[in-house]
């Protein structure tokens, strides 16, 4: 673990998402950040008491750490789930009270434009992983200790943590961060995604119940 971040800049900043949801967040900047990128951490809902409840042996923040998804995100793309994972984050979080990072490791890491490339790959039939070895990068080479910084640098070394994803529990304990308890997130099914949820919930075993999810058709395999 390299040595601690701090708080850079603290600005409240109005939001308004995709379907209408309207929160204020207190947005954080950071000096040190091992990576040297530019992640911000969001405060929502009543993340201060939060904090105060956990340092008293209470109920710890609700924390996601979501990695950015220009594509998802911003243009709501339905080949992944990643835009709406976010929208119910940012809900879930202002109502319990914790932290949203928004993490600039695109296309788990490999950037924009080779997420991009694989999309291409996907096409020709890869499943999402395959299609990141095809490019000679790693299946997920997203790292979490820039965001286990922020949280310290918050004081928030315990959370409940908001992920589908067993990897991001694991990194986050090795890197010092408390994690509670592995609350997960709905499922974002659509037609568009299927085969990319399936290749999470078989490959890297992400806690997704397709089958219970909607109409879309999902087999078993």
Known sequence: ???????RTRVRVPLRLAGGFAVTADVFTFRDLVDGR??????LGDWEGALQRAGEGG????????SECLTGDVLGSERCDCGPQLREAVERIS???GFLLYLRQEGRG????????????????????????????GEDERDYEAAAQMLQA??????????NNP??????EALGIQVAEQVPTAVHLSASNVRYLKAKRDHTFH???LAAAGDVEVDSA
């Open 95 to 97: 109502a319990a009270g």
């Open 38 to 43: 530019e992640h911000l951490l969001l405060g």
């Open 154 to 163: 918050l004081g928030s070394t315990r959370i409940r943590l908001l992920s």
């Open 207 to 209: 806690t997704l119940d």
């Open 167 to 172: 990897d991001k529990a694991l990194q986050l």
């Open 59 to 66: 109920e710890p923040p609700l924390v996601r750490p979501h």
């Open 1 to 7: 673990m390299s040595a601690g971040a701090q708080v």
């Open 110 to 137: 490999i950037g924009l434009y080779e997420k991009l490339d694989a999309y291409a790959l996907q096409d020709q039939g890869l499943d999402t992983y395959a299609a990141n070895r095809a490019l000679g990068r």
